[in-house]
Nanobody, 126 residues
């Protein structure tokens, strides 16, 4: 199986910075697009940023110029550096992975179309 383990959430003052990290675990041989989404209280989950396997990035308009997404294919990690945080950035942030290839215990290759992390809370105080 493939799992995503997130870390780095917490409480920060407006204008501050925070870095989120996400590690993919399992017998993985292929990683597709990785990204971060967020869900604020009472709102739907929304895209924050994505990064392809060849490091092409895509950002939602509200975070452009403030957030930076990076990935390390060898370590199977994706990070989100968040600067100039605003109270509107308060949300649970979820790591996302698409098209994950991995081996079953009997070494049979398998694919998962989409994997989600458990979420990490980011609270920005004004």
């Amino acid at each position: 199986q493939v799992q995503l383990v997130e870390s780095g959430g917490g409480l920060v003052q407006a204008g501050g910075s925070l870095r989120l990290s996400c590690a993919a675990t399992g017998w993985i041989f292929s990683l597709g697009v990785m990204g971060w989404y967020r869900q604020a209280p009472g709102k739907e989950r929304e895209l924050v940023a994505t990064i392809s396997s060849d490091s092409k990035t895509n950002y939602a308009d509200p975070v452009k110029g403030r957030f930076t997404i990076t990935r390390d294919n060898a370590k199977k990690t994706v990070d989100l550096e968040m600067d100039s945080l605003k109270s509107g950035d308060t949300a649970v942030y979820y790591c996302n992975l698409r098209d994950a290839g991995y081996y079953l215990p009997d070494q049979t290759p398998e694919w998962r179309r989409e994997v989600w992390g458990q979420g990490t809370l980011v609270t920005v105080s004004s």
